[in-house]
């Protein structure tokens, strides 16, 4: 009943505040009230803004690099070594494509193709089949059995024999050639004396090098030292290079010279002179004249003496005259070796003699 009477109480209470809201409304609606003056058009002042909180950096994406596949293996021995190398720096940079090491293993054997490779990967999913167990658990036994598989048998004794040998001396290749092949040879054979690795490099060395190197005024390198024997037998290999570039450029220089001579156009068509001297002209018999009892007889002698015999002034053949002469010659025209020919076939002309014809000596009779 108090319950009742207390909820009765509350909306009678609020139905009497809400009857007073309408009847001040009403009065508002009936009596309007005047309107208030328009406030000034001024601008509200600024809001300043909250100063920005710094975006937080973005993490830079790593970009790595393109990755190449190993090539395929077909079991030989000689490429087992760089085989195994290129897998095991893919795994090295790209682990993250790989779960476990049984996906390492798998994707290892996807390259054995050919050979006794191809068959021995066989060999392997053979014992799977029959086992029902991969038998290569981790990556270690796999590089294990790899090596006893497919490695040179007798790699270190090869590289010793070959090191006491000849086979591995410098010969005609250059100093970084030789020394690659000698790091990669002392490597496999397993010296480490720096003594040792000296009187090797020494050895297979050429005996110009060599020579140049063990007779050097100053900065001579020690025996124990085989970098600064490798050093200075670059920088003497290198330079006997540069000069037999800088040889060939000069022993080539004077054949271009004179190419670009003998490139040059021959000159106009010049006529050499004979070498046989002319022909002696004959001279014909002076024309008779009329007899003195002829008017100008005197006068026509006289101008028959004077008149030279008709015939070429430069060679002295009767049969043509000095503009149709077949031996022009144009000095103007000739090359420095022409003309010295020719004054040596003139000169040659000036000192001959002409033979006499011997005649048999006449027998005396003595009878």
Same mark, same amino acid.
């Given at each position: ?9 509350n ?14 409304l ?46 395929d ?18 795994? #090295? +940079?790209a682990? !993250?494509? $790989? @779960? ?7 994707? &290892?054997?996807m ?25 290569i ?47 990669a ?54 330079? #006997? +290079?540069?000069? !037999?570039? $800088? @040889? ?7 054949? &271009? ?41 005197v ?67 003595f009878?």
């Amino acid at each position: 009943m108090e319950r009742k009477h207390v909820s009765e109480s509350n909306i009678n209470s609020t139905l009497a505040a809400l009857t007073a809201q309408l009847q001040q409304l009403t009065q508002l609606v009936a009596n309007p009230s005047p309107p208030l003056p328009a406030a000034p058009n001024t601008p509200p002042p600024p809001v300043p803004s909250p100063p920005a909180s710094p975006s937080p950096a973005l993490p830079m994406r790593r970009t790595r690099p393109k990755l190449s596949c190993p090539l395929d293996f077909n079991g030989e021995r000689h490429n087992g070594r760089a085989f195994l190398n290129s897998c095991s720096l893919y795994i #090295r +940079l790209a682990p !993250e494509q $790989f @779960q476990d090491e049984q996906e390492r293993i798998l994707w &290892a054997l996807m390259f054995f193709k050919g050979g006794c490779a191809a068959k021995w990967s066989e060999n392997v999913f053979r014992q799977e089949a029959d086992t029902g167990v991969f038998p290569i658990q981790t990556w270690g036994e796999f590089e294990q059995q790899f090596r006893l598989h497919f490695f040179p048998a007798n790699a270190e004794a090869d590289t010793i024999n070959a090191l006491e040998g000849t086979s591995y001396h410098q010969g005609n290749r250059t100093v970084d050639d030789y020394l690659d092949s000698f790091q990669a040879l002392v490597s496999d054979a397993g010296y480490m004396d720096p003594r040792t690795l000296v009187v090797k490099f020494r050895r297979g060395l050429r005996v110009g090098i060599q020579s140049q190197i063990a007779t050097m005024p100053y900065g001579w390198p020690a025996d124990t030292d085989p970098d600064a024997w490798y050093k200075a037998a670059r920088r003497i290999d290198q330079a #006997r +290079l540069a000069n !037999e570039a $800088f @040889q060939s450029v000069l022993r080539s220089a004077p054949s &271009a010279a004179l190419k670009t001579v003998s490139a040059r156009p021959p000159p106009l068509s010049v006529a050499r002179l004979p070498l046989a001297l002319p022909p002696l002209v004959t001279l014909k018999p002076p024309p008779t004249f009329p007899s003195l009892g002829v008017p100008m007889d005197v006068d026509v002698a006289r101008k028959a003496r004077s008149l030279p015999p008709r015939g070429c002034y430069r060679c002295g053949d009767a049969n043509h005259v000095v503009r149709d002469c077949p031996h022009c010659l144009d000095v103007c025209q000739l090359t420095t070796e022409q003309r010295e020919e020719l004054i040596e076939d003139l000169l040659a002309l000036k000192d001959a003699v002409p033979i006499e014809e011997s005649c048999p000596p006449e027998e005396e009779d003595f009878a």
